[in-house]
C-alpha cells in the first residue's frame, strides 16, 4: 500500500506565502506524476499543478507565476510554493501521486488527506 502524508497548510494573509510538503511512502516500486489539487467549498476539485517524472510541469491559470511545483524524487516529496497567496486561493490542498508497486501491476493513481490552506487578513 502506498501512503502520502502531506504538510504546511496554514492560515495565512493575502500576499504571503506558503510550501507545501507530499511525502509517499510504502511500497513503492516506481513514481511517475506527482501534483497537487485543490477543492474550495460548495466547488469542484480542481487541477493546480503537476509534475512529471522528468520535471516537466503544468499549471492551471490561475496560478500560473505565483504558485511553484518541485520534487526530490530520492525522497519521494513533492512541493507546491506558494508566493502572493490571494483569499481565492483558499481550500483544502490535495496531493496525487502516480505510482506503481511492483512491476508487474498497473500504474495507479494514490490521494493524499488534504491539507487546509486559509488566505485570510
Known amino acids: 500500500q502506498v501512503q502520502l502524508v502531506e504538510s504546511g497548510g496554514n492560515l495565512v494573509q493575502p500576499g504571503g506565502s506558503l510550501r507545501l510538503s507530499c511525502a509517499a511512502s510504502?511500497?513503492?516500486?516506481?513514481?511517475?506524476?506527482m501534483g497537487w489539487y485543490r477543492q474550495a467549498p460548495g466547488k469542484q476539485r480542481e487541477l493546480v499543478a503537476t509534475i512529471t517524472s522528468g520535471g516537466s510541469t503544468n499549471y492551471a491559470d490561475s496560478v500560473k507565476g505565483r504558485f511553484t511545483i518541485s520534487r526530490d524524487n530520492a525522497k519521494n516529496t513533492v512541493y507546491l510554493q506558494m508566493v502572493s497567496l490571494k483569499p481565492e486561493d483558499t481550500a483544502v490542498y490535495y496531493c496525487n501521486v502516480e505510482c506503481r508497486v511492483k512491476p508487474t501491476f498497473p500504474t495507479m493513481r494514490y490521494w493524499g488527506q488534504g491539507t487546509q490552506v486559509t488566505v485570510s487578513s
Open positions: 510504502g511500497s513503492i516500486f516506481s513514481i511517475y506524476a
